[in-house]
C-alpha cells in the first residue's frame, strides 16, 4: 500500500466538504477521484500533497514514497526554455554525463596511479549512467514533450511566454519525466487536444507507479484506472473497475437503496397508522400497545432517501418547428487569420436529425467554423445555405451570449420578457439556481455556473438547429450525462465542437475531422472513427495524389481538399454504392453458408443414405453454392479494396 487516507475531516466555516472519507491506493494501482463539483475532490489532492491539512484524519503516505502532483490550475515560473526546463527533470543524469565526458578527457591527460583512479570513476559513473536509462533519456524527453503536443521548434521557447495552457502541458511533461512512485492529477486533460490526450491516457496505462486521477474525461478514464472513489454528499464510497463499471455498479446500488428506502417509509408509515388507530380505541390496553410500538418505530434506523435533486439540472431540448430535410449546406469555406490558413474550400452538409461532432487538433479552425456559421466572422471564400425553417441556438465556450453585469435572472428575463417571475425562478431552480443565487451577477459565477445558465437559455431558445462550442466544459459528470440524454432525445439537428471522447461517443451520429486544413467524414461515433481513422486519411491522401499528378512537390498545399463540392458529392455516391453491394454481397454469403450447413446435414441423415438420387441433388445443389461462394468471395475481396 502507498497511501492511505483515514477518516478525513475537512469543512470550511460551517460547509462541510468531506467528513470521515477514508480509501487506499496499492503500489502501482491507477485510481480515480469522481463527484459533482464542489464535492471536494481538488481539495482532497491538497490535502494528500500537503498543501492543505485536515480538520481531523490522516494521511499516511509509504516511506520513501515519491509523489508528483499536478494542479488544476498550474501556477508555473521558469526562466528557461522548454528544453532546459525538462532537462531539469533528470539533474542526476546531467550530472553525470558531464561527469563522464570530463573523466574521458581527463583520461587521456594523466598517467600510473591517476588513471587508474580515472578509470574506476569513470566506470561507476558510466554504470550509474546506464542504471538511469542515461543513453534514451534525451529521446524520452522529446517523446513526452511531442506527445503532449509541443513541435521542435517549440523547445526553443521561454517558458515565461507560454499561454496558461502550455504552461501546465511543461509541468505535467517534466512531471512525467521524473517518474515518482505517486502521480496526483487534478483535470490533466483540460488543457490537451485529442492527439495529447490519446497519448496520455496511453503513457498513464502503461506507467509502472501508481497513479491517483481527478477528470471528468470518462473516456480518459475507462482506458486507465481500475479503482473509482467516489466523493458525494461529502462522503466516500469505493468502486473497483473503469467509470463505466463504477456507472452501473452504482446506479444498482442506487436502484437497491431506493427500493429499500420506500419499503421502509411503507414500514413506517403501516406502524404510525397502527398506533394511531390503538389510540383511537382510547383503552388502557391499547394505548399501551401503541407506546411500545412507538418506542420499536423510535428505535429505527431511519434511512436518507437516495436522491439528488438539488444536484442535478433538468434540461429538455424541444423544438418549436421542424426545419426542411435540408438543414445546412457548406460550399468551399477557407479561412486565414495573418496569411496563416485555417481551412481550405471545405465543404459538407447536414440532413434533419443528424448528430454531427467537429473534432480535431487545437489551432485547426473548429471554434472559428462555428462562429462562421454563426455570423460572428466572416469567411474568406466560400459560403454557407441554411435549410427552410431552421433556426439556431448556439452554445458559445466563452459565453460571449451572456451578459456580465447583468444578474441571472435578468439573463433570462431580459432576453425572455414574455416569462413572468414565477416561469423564470421556475427555469431557474431547474438549473440549480435557488434563492438568492439568482440575484448573483453573472460575472461573479463559475465557468460550470455559466454554462449552466448558457444551456438555461439554449434550452429556451426553442431551436431546431443546436450548434454548440464544447458543451462540456466546466460540467461535472452527472450534469454531462443529462446534457448527453438531452441531445440524444433531442429531435432536430446538432453540430458540435468537443474534446470530450465518451460525450462524442454517446451522442454523435457522424464525425467531422478537422485536419490539414481539410475536413474528413466518417459516419459513425468516436470508436467508429478511431477504427476507420487510418483508412480514411490513406483514402484522402491517395486523392489528392492523383489530383495533384505530376506537379505533386510543388502544388500538394494547394491542390489539396481543391475537390469541387459537386465532385466531392459523386465520390460520397460511389463509396456509397461499394457500401450497398458490400452489404448484399456479404448478406448472400451467409445466406449460402447457412443453406450449405443444411445441406451437409442432409448428406449425413440416415434417411437420405440409401436415396442415391437424393444424394445426388443435394451434391449438384452444394457444387453450384461453392462455385457462387468462389465469385462472391472474390467480388468482396475487390469491393471491400475499393
Known sequence: MILQCSHINKAFITDVVLSDVSFHIN???????????????????????????????????????????????QEYHSDHTIMEEMQNAKPEILQLEKQIAELSTKMNEVSGNELQAC???????????????????????????????????DFRKPVSSLSGGEKTRVALAKMLLTAPDLIILDEPTN?????????????LAQYRGAVLIVAHDRYFLDK?????????????????GNY???????????????????NQQAEIKHQEEVIAKLRQFNREKSIKRAESREKQLDKIQRLEKPMEEHTQMQLLFTPQIQSGNDVLTVEGLSKSFDNVPLFENISFALKRGEHAAIIGDNGTGKTTLLKILNELIPADTGTFTLGTNVSIGYYDQEHHVLHMEKTVFEEIQDTYPHMNNTEVR????????TGDDVFKQVKSLSGGERGRISLAKLMLSDANFLILDEPTNHLDIDSKAILENAINQFEGTVLYVSHDRYFINTTAHRILDLTGQSLLNYIGNYDYYLEKKEDVEQAHQNLNNTASGSNAPENNRQTKNKLSWQQQKEEQARLRK??????????????????????????????NATNSAKLQEIAEKKARNDSRLEELMERWEELSSE
Open 191 to 203: 488543457h490537451l487536444d485529442l492527439n495529447a490526450i490519446h497519448w496520455l491516457e496511453g503513457y
Open 224 to 240: 486507465i484506472v481500475t479503482k473509482v472513489i467516489e466523493l458525494r454528499g461529502t462522503k466516500a464510497s469505493v468502486y473497483s
Open 244 to 262: 463505466t463499471a463504477y456507472s452501473q455498479k452504482r446506479q444498482a446500488m442506487m436502484e437497491t437503496m431506493m427500493k429499500q428506502y420506500l
Open 426 to 433: 421556475n427555469v431557474l431552480a431547474a438549473f440549480l439556481f
Open 578 to 607: 461499394i457500401e450497398n453491394e458490400l452489404q448484399k454481397v456479404e448478406e448472400e454469403i451467409e445466406q449460402l453458408e447457412n443453406e450449405n450447413a443444411k445441406l451437409d446435414a442432409a448428406l449425413c441423415d440416415p434417411a
Open 27 to 73: 503500489e502501482h494501482e491507477k485510481a480515480a477521484i469522481v463527484g459533482v463539483n464542489g464535492s471536494g475532490k481538488s481539495t482532497l489532492l491538497k490535502i494528500i500533497v500537503g498543501q492543505q491539512a485536515a480538520d481531523s484524519g490522516e494521511v499516511i503516505i509509504a516511506k520513501g514514497t515519491s509523489i508528483g502532483y499536478l494542479a488544476q490550475n
Open 119 to 153: 578509470i574506476k570513476q569513470f566506470d561507476n559513473a558510466q554504470r550509474r549512467f546506464e542504471q538511469l536509462n542515461g543513453y534514451a533519456y534525451q529521446s524520452e524527453l522529446t517523446g513526452v514533450l511531442k506527445g503532449l503536443g509541443f513541435n521542435t521548434e
